[in-house]
T-cell receptor, first 113, second 117 residues
């Protein structure tokens, strides 16, 4: 199964863009790239996912490298509320073919006022 | 749309006691997951249900943990007897179709924080 590598922590300033990197050099051609985030004292929440093309939604943008071995989650204008642990995940096919999310340590993002 | 509901939010017990957690998934979601999250780590999948059948319980410590999902809706996770190392946040999640690998989105509840003394 493909693994992801993320920095343990990052820091940014409020109202500035944030680029959160993720390496997945052993990704297969059919692996989707998912991002979830976990705010303090809350359960994880879905942010965005993509396969090959860059993706945008109301929360963030996902930039996927042409060789798909890395991706970057972009928060265009960070707020204090974006301080969270961000997880980059490649969903796996588990037992009986069902989707399985395997969470790593993630990146702890700190936003300075 | 109501989110995933969990109760209780907090529980403190003595070791060797039993405890149960309840989860109500988003209406219509066929797949339900229970995760354990130890402080400082990412969530770890304990068990996955598709409707009321178990799809994956490979990470569930079956000597002390049990889970059921009667009628394919609500679910309970039980620990009996509890150990100190079971102190963690127990998260429930649901998704509409767990078999669509790659495009499926999981929705998480707020979790139950368990402290075992």
């Amino acid at each position: 199964d493909a693994k992801t590598t993320q920095p343990n922590s990052m820091e940014s300033n409020e109202e500035e863009p944030v680029h959160l990197p993720c390496n997945h050099s052993t990704i297969s051609g059919t692996d989707y790239i998912h991002w979830y985030r976990q705010l303090p004292s809350q359960g994880p929440e879905y942010v965005i996912h993509g396969l090959t093309s860059n993706v945008n939604n109301r929360m963030a943008s996902l930039a996927i490298a042409e060789d798909r071995k890395s991706s970057t989650l972009i928060l265009h204008r960070a707020t204090l509320r974006d301080a969270a642990v961000y997880y980059c995940i490649l969903p796996r096919r588990g037992i009986q073919g069902a989707q399985k999310l395997v969470f790593g340590q993630g990146t702890r993002l700190t936003i300075n006022p | 749309e109501a989110g995933v509901a969990q109760s209780p939010r907090y529980k403190i017990i003595e070791k060797r006691q039993s405890v149960a957690f309840w989860c109500n998934p988003i209406s219509g979601h066929a797949t339900l997951y229970w995760y354990q999250q130890i402080l400082g780590q990412g969530p770890k999948l304990l068990i996955q249900f598709q409707n009321n059948g178990v799809v994956d319980d490979s990470q569930l410590p079956k000597d002390r943990f049990s889970a059921e999902r009667l009628k394919g809706v609500d679910s309970t996770l039980k620990i009996q007897p509890a150990k100190l190392e079971d102190s963690a946040v127990y998260l429930c999640a649901s998704s509409s179709w767990g078999l669509a690998v790659g495009t499926d989105t999981q929705y998480f509840g707020p979790g139950t924080r368990l402290t075992v003394l």
